[in-house]
């Protein structure tokens, strides 16, 4: 078979018969699919555009009925195949038409019993004028009569729908329906001399109707969700505000202030006008507590305590707080939800208590525990990087007179006025303990017994020349010092070491300072690791350091 001679003329004539319909029909029921919208508007349009894929249906059923005999010459049709398809696909297609116009009216009821029902009846007067001889005729009508009716159905449904001031209105889609009656209405009277350039361009005007309404939709769906978002961010800061924790939000990318409730701004000592002036970094007193927050964040995107020292940024109100903090979408910005909440008080009384727990209550010094601890530290350093070491015991000469003569108010005295003597004499690296009663300990880092004897000297005269006065008596005080060899690392050994070099010195006349190496020259030798160093008074201070109470290093 030729294509130019048998095919061709079919091709063009179900184009010209069927095409523009089938053309138009499709992006009808595809632009009211796009429509934004909720309910049972929404059940109406997806009816409407069922409608149309009916339409669809059968004009494509119509096309195989005239391709079919071409294709397949032994085939034989029967001649009304083609009304009995047009009759049942515009039966079900007004059907959907008729229940999609009601549903738009907001009418409650069974639509998929309606269709049924309805296309029974459009059918069933159908199947009646093709098979009674009398009207017969009326047949090939009946389905253009079927589509008008119910095209004027459906634009008449969208000019008398109850609109509720919440949806935009759709009455140039039901213009665009009625316009398509008007073009069923003529194909049914064959008052049309080109049908189908007039239902092309009757579906060119209903589309272009159909999409001003899409675009009204659209908009009103836009609308409604800044609407929604304004009165979001109005609800979201109202519920914020009334929270009794501090809330901070902060701009992740530039670290910018979004937000501050009323009880952070109260905690940070933030005045109102004051919320946006400053990044979140500038209110952390140490900057690289910010960067190790940001750090966590990356690492663990949820920070669930977090302790840091915070203040107003031109303030002295320092405090510290335990945050909780977590990344969020806040308004197309990536945002940090900031909690807080004061610690200060805690902290306070931790630290008032690992003073208690390490420290001499009445001098103020490191007690024999704290001692002990620290020295361990110090002697695994020492030995890690072979560095010198010594130990010194240090006793108040004839205290228990001190104390007879004149109260144990002046022995507290003295003890005091001499735990700030060690502390102003020796060096800040150096650890300095109450050990018990009127006996102190000293540990020398980076220094050797022999640099030790020099410190030790510079502590005596220093305690020789101390003015303690009390009750307008000057009260005169020596120490006594024995010193360690530094060649152990047991602590144990380095306080017996010191104990006996200050029984020497308290057995030979007190006032003086002890080296155990003198006591036992038989052992006494420099290690070759060892470096010997020329003034321990000037070396260079290490990491440990004296509690703080305010005495000149």
Known sequence: MNFYTDYFPLIMNAVGLYGTELAGAFLMASLINLIHVKGTQKESFNYLSTGFYTLI?????????????????????????PLWIGIGC?????????????????????????????????????????????????????????????????????????????????????????????????????????????????????????????????????????????????????????????????????????????????????????????????????????????????????????????????????????????????????????????????????????????????????NRRQFEILVHQALHTAERYGTPYSMAMIDIDFFKKINDTYGHDAGDAVLKKLADTLKATLRKSDIIARFGGEEFVLFFSQTPPSNARTAAEHVRHAVENMNVVVDEQSIPVTVSLGISSGRTADLSALIKQADEALYHSKQNGRNQVTLYDDLHPETASTPDNIIELNDPIVMEPDTVAQPDNGANV
């Open 90 to 366: 515009c039966s079900l297609a007004a059907a959907l038409f008729v229940v999609g116009a009601l549903k738009n009216l907001q009418l409650y009821f069974s639509a998929l019993s309606l269709t049924v029902l309805m296309t029974l009846i459009i059918g069933g007067i159908g199947a009646a004028s093709i098979l009674w001889q009398p009207v017969t005729a009326l047949a090939p009508y009946l389905q253009n009569i079927a589509l008008t009716a119910s095209f004027f159905t459906v634009g008449l449904s969208f000019y008398f729908r109850r609109n509720n001031g919440q949806t935009t209105n759709t009455e140039s889609m039901g213009t665009g329906f009625i316009v398509l009656g008007f073009c069923y209405l003529y194909l049914a009277a064959d008052l049309l001399a080109s049908p189908d350039i007039t239902i092309l361009l009757c579906y060119t005007i209903a589309l272009m109707l159909s999409l001003t309404a899409q675009i009204q939709f659209l908009n009103h769906y836009v609308l409604k969700l800044e609407t929604n978002l304004a009165q979001e961010k109005i609800n979201r800061e109202k519920i914020w505000d009334i929270s009794p924790f501090p809330i901070l939000i902060s701009r992740l990318r530039d670290d910018a202030i979004l937000y501050m409730n009323p009880a952070a701004r109260q905690t940070l000592f933030v005045k109102k006008g004051e919320v946006f002036a400053y990044p979140f970094a500038a209110y952390f007193a140490e900057p690289k507590k910010r960067t190790e927050l940001s750090a966590l964040i990356k690492q663990e995107k949820v920070v669930h305590s977090f302790e840091t020292e915070v203040h107003h940024p031109n303030l002295d109100n320092y405090l510290w707080v335990d945050l909780s903090t977590r990344a969020i979408d806040l308004d197309e910005e990536v945002a940090l939800y900031t909690t807080f909440k004061d610690i200060t008080e805690r902290k306070k009384m931790t630290q008032i208590l690992q003073e208690q727990a390490s420290t001499d209550p009445l001098t103020g010094l490191y």
């Open 57 to 81: 249906l059968r004009d494509i059923l119509l096309v195989c009925c005239m391709f079919l005999p071409t294709l397949q010459p032994t085939l034989v049709l029967p001649d009304q195949l």
